[in-house]
């Protein structure tokens, strides 16, 4: 049974106690510093939301959309500052001076204002739903006599609707291009018709915005692509003379881009503005505290201290259920049942950590019966077989002769080998793997390990190649270092078919030295490059011994490349090959 906490010495108690205290100092904190910042706070959120200065934003903007270049702003700039007793400033992106209403401090960290950028419309500052400004005319523009027929055309269509019972007005759309919005539908709307006109002057730029949207759209037949002034897109399948509104949407996402591509010669490019106090950028209006303004803020005080309270209490009370389940998980450790907390904090970060060790704990003990097996399974054959051969002569089957005691020698050596790894491995993970580097001659060692997997190789019709970049002498241990360079060419020619080769290469560059082992073999797959340095592991999951080896060489030579404070890495091909690469620091 879990004992009773004294009420003093309980979580709930003392987080109260820490909250509240907390609290205070905050609430009387934030109160005195809110006296402080409140007038600079409010001041540049004002300076920042241009809540003021939309009308300098737009007039910029329609600047921007109707030239090429800002060289003629500086007379605009100056009007309006003159109006707003404000610095107005223009800067390009890089905050190069475009134009500037009078001398006054550097904008060097000064957050501007707003970016004036015709393509890309500030809907918060003008409202409008358009990211490319209306107002951008470019090669679209109309003369005088094809803007008064266009009138003239949407201003009968206009009386039609009105006799309808419907209204609606004449705005101004895309390119500088009058159009008619419908505000209120009558019942005589649908017999109004109004086929927008393609003016003579629009032929041309519709046809070649047509070419890019398509281009964009990857349409093989431009021709297929149809737009109209008002920039509705129609697609029509010629196979069957409908709609195809797949390719319409396509066509219609690639229109943004086309349009910039086609208008930006027209367009001034973007610029970054600022409208700032003149003597100081980050200055602004006083806003001082009242009695009226200090009783409202004492008030809130007080209701977020009594809020505090309330809910320091709620969470308090919250935060001791999740903590009940992690004391009785952690009571059994035994048979740990999951926490479900999901909480991102510190019980919901304990809880996690406490599953993720009951999930390590199964895992280990998985790995260990695995380890188990797989030990039993690599010592069952070579038992076996002894047993077999020693039975047999017991009984006078066999005669203890040559061949017999060729094959119990070899049954023996290959258990000593399996042992012999084994505590290799045990004394890598232990951390005891006991090296000893002196100044080696890598070349001369790679020689000796050759010469010694030579009589394999020739067995097995490989040939065994050495290639080296110069003569390295590192820091190494010889011994193991061989034994690395050993497991890893046993290994290239146990899996490479006769007729095949393996290279062995050495370089030394940049303070690391570099062991390569490449062979011509049929290659690992893609799915099982990560586990072939895992223990036990063979690509065949036949666990035959028709390739030999006990599976933990390239463990083991895994290990003794940690212990140099180097690495392994292997890339392979299926039926081209596989390569083992060792990087070792050379000092």
């Given at each position: 049974m879990s004992e009773r906490v004294p009420l003093h010495r309980s979580l709930i108690f003392r987080l109260l106690a820490a909250s509240l205290t907390i609290?205070?100092?905050?609430?009387?904190?934030?109160?005195?510093?809110?006296?402080?910042?409140?007038?600079?706070?409010i001041r540049?959120?004002?300076?920042?939301?241009?809540?003021?200065?939309?009308?300098?934003y737009d007039e910029l903007l329609?600047?921007?959309?109707?030239?090429?270049?800002?060289?003629?702003?500086?007379?605009?700039?100056?009007?309006?500052?003159?109006?707003?007793?404000?610095?107005i400033t223009l800067t390009t992106e890089d905050r190069r001076i475009i134009a500037d209403s009078g001398a006054g401090p550097a904008l060097d960290g000064v957050r501007p204002s707003a970016t004036v950028d015709a393509f890309s419309v500030d809907a918060g500052l003008t409202g409008r739903t358009d990211h490319i400004d209306p107002r951008i005319v470019g090669p679209y523009r109309l003369t005088a006599a094809e803007q008064r027929t266009m009138r003239n055309q949407l201003t009968g269509y206009l009386d039609c609707l009105h006799n309808g019972g419907a209204e609606g007005q004449i705005v101004t759309g895309a390119h500088?291009?009058?159009?008619?919005?419908?505000?209120?539908?009558?019942?005589?709307?649908?017999?109004?018709?109004?086929v927008p006109p393609v003016a003579k002057s629009e032929e041309r730029p519709l046809a070649q915005l047509r070419g890019l949207v398509a281009a964009c759209a990857g349409e093989k037949k431009p021709d297929e692509v149809s737009i109209w002034p008002d920039l509705n897109i129609a697609i029509v399948d010629p196979d069957t003379s409908m709609f195809d509104d797949d390719r319409i949407a396509k066509a219609a996402g690639c229109l943004d881009a086309s349009r910039r591509t086609q208008l930006e010669p027209y367009v001034a490019p973007p610029a970054l503005l600022f409208v700032t106090d003149p003597a100081d950028p980050t200055a602004g209006p006083v806003f001082a505290l009242s009695r009226q303004n200090l009783v409202r803020t004492g008030t809130a005080t007080a209701v977020v201290l009594a809020l505090a309270v309330l809910v320091t209490?709620?969470?308090g009370r919250r935060l001791t259920r999740p903590l009940r389940a992690l004391t009785d998980a952690a009571r059994n450790p035994g048979d740990h049942p999951r926490v479900t907390i999901t909480s991102r904090d510190e019980i919901g970060y304990l809880a996690a950590a406490l599953d993720e060790l009951a999930e390590r704990r199964e895992q280990s003990e998985r790995l260990r019966q695995a380890m188990v097996n797989d030990v039993a399974h690599e010592l069952r054959n070579p038992l076996a077989n002894i047993r077999t051969w020693l039975e047999a002569v017991h009984d006078g089957l066999a005669t203890v002769d040559g061949p017999v005691l060729t094959l119990l020698q070899d049954q023996t050596a290959q258990l000593?080998?399996?042992?012999?790894?084994?505590?290799?491995?045990?004394?890598?993970?232990a951390g005891t793997l006991r090296m000893h580097p002196e100044a080696t001659f890598v070349n001369d060692l790679v020689a000796q390990v050759v010469d010694a997997h030579l009589p394999n190789a020739v067995t097995a019709g490989v040939t065994l190649l050495t290639d080296h970049d110069g003569d390295p002498e590192p820091v190494v241990?010889?011994?193991?270092?061989?034994?690395?360079?050993?497991?890893?060419?046993s290994n290239a020619i146990r899996h490479t078919p006769a007729g095949g080769t393996v290279t062995v290469r050495t370089a030394s560059a940049a303070g690391q030295l570099t062991v390569v082992v490449a062979d011509t073999g049929a290659g690992i797959a893609p799915g099982d490059l990560p586990k072939v340095f895992d223990r036990f592991w063979r690509a065949d999951q036949s666990r035959s011994r028709s390739t030999g080896g006990s599976g933990l060489g390239l463990s083991i030579a895994r290990q003794i490349a940690a212990a140099h404070g180097g690495d392994i890495t292997v890339r392979s091909e299926l039926g081209a090959g596989t390569t083992f690469t060792v990087t070792l620091p050379a000092g």
């Open positions: 609290a205070a100092a905050a609430v009387v904190a934030t109160a005195w510093l809110a006296t402080q910042a409140a007038s600079r706070t540049q959120q004002i300076g920042q939301s241009l809540t003021d200065d939309k009308k300098v329609g600047y921007a959309a109707t030239h090429s270049d800002w060289s003629g702003v500086s007379s605009l700039i100056t009007a309006r500052a003159a109006e707003l007793d404000r610095r500088d291009r009058p159009k008619v919005v419908i505000t209120r539908l009558g019942k005589l709307s649908d017999l109004c018709e109004l209490v709620l969470v000593q080998h399996i042992v012999d790894d084994l505590r290799d491995l045990a004394a890598a993970d241990d010889p011994v193991r270092l061989r034994q690395l360079i050993g497991n890893l060419l």
